[in-house]
């Protein structure tokens, strides 16, 4: 079984459309996590959700948003889609959020295309 | 807030050779430190973590990393590289007592030739 899942794998769309990413974990892990990976391999956290707990990350724009339907779940919803979107996107898990040295559980990563 | 520095940011070896690759960070408190590798075309995965004891960690397949607190650093080394440990290496550290949110360095590509 797959510990961390997405949905889809690759999407390609065009500029100004509205597009959905899934994020599934069967871990039993109580904070999942996004992550933007840019062209040049540069990570960065875009959001983290702890039992229904949103920590945003000030420089996402506000036309990314994260939705928890429960904790087994965080999807990524981006409006109006930019150029500068194009990255792959990874979702994560990890047991808990304040505890020492959580390892971080990724998916298999969604690669977005804006075009 | 943390930030990490990888200084290679590109890593040819062939294989056999000894590798090490540099990571320092930035935080006056008590941190947790990871390697994550990422093989091609696939999604990041843990290699080893720090968070107490001994400076000196052993992880998966080989590498390992040592603490040095006085530097600030969380060093990758693995005696002898293999092809397939062609990948990319990212560290990454998270504050205890925080937010536990890590931050990760901009990575290293490692091309080990056959």
């Known amino acids: 079984d797959t510990a961390v899942s997405q949905t889809p794998k690759y999407l390609v769309t065009q500029m100004g459309n509205d597009k959905s990413i899934k994020c599934e974990q069967n871990?039993?892990?109580?904070?999942m996590y996004w992550y933007k990976q840019d062209s040049k391999k540069f990570l960065k956290i875009m959001f983290s959700?702890?039992?229904?707990?949103?920590?945003i990350n000030e420089t996402v724009p506000n036309r990314f948003s994260p939705k928890s339907p429960d904790k087994a779940h965080l999807n990524l919803h981006i409006n109006s889609l930019e150029l500068g979107d194009s990255a792959v996107y990874f979702c994560?898990?990890?047991?808990?959020?304040?505890?020492?040295?959580?390892?971080?559980?990724f998916g298999p990563g969604t690669r977005l295309t804006v075009l | 807030a943390q930030s990490v520095s990888q200084h290679n940011h590109h890593v040819i070896l062939s294989e056999a050779a000894s590798l090490e690759l540099g990571c320092n960070y930035s935080?006056?408190?008590?941190?947790?430190l990871f390697w994550y590798v990422q093989y091609p075309g696939q999604h990041l995965q843990l290699l080893l973590k720090?968070?107490?004891?001994?400076?000196l960690v052993k992880g998966i397949k080989g590498f390992e990393a040592e603490f040095i607190k006085s530097k600030f650093s969380f060093n990758l080394r693995k005696p002898s590289v293999q092809w397939s440990d062609t990948a990319e290496y990212f560290c990454?550290?998270?504050?205890?007592?925080?937010?536990?949110?890590?931050?990760f360095g901009r990575g290293t590509s490692l091309i080990v030739h056959p």
């Open positions: 994560a898990s990890s047991q808990r959020s304040g505890g020492a040295a959580d390892t971080q559980y």
């Open positions: 871990l039993g892990h109580d904070t």
């Open positions: 959700y702890n039992n229904k707990e949103l920590i």
């Open positions: 935080y006056g408190g008590t941190v947790n």
């Open positions: 720090y968070f107490s004891g001994d400076p």
């Open positions: 990454a550290v998270s504050a205890s007592g925080g937010s536990y949110i890590p931050t």
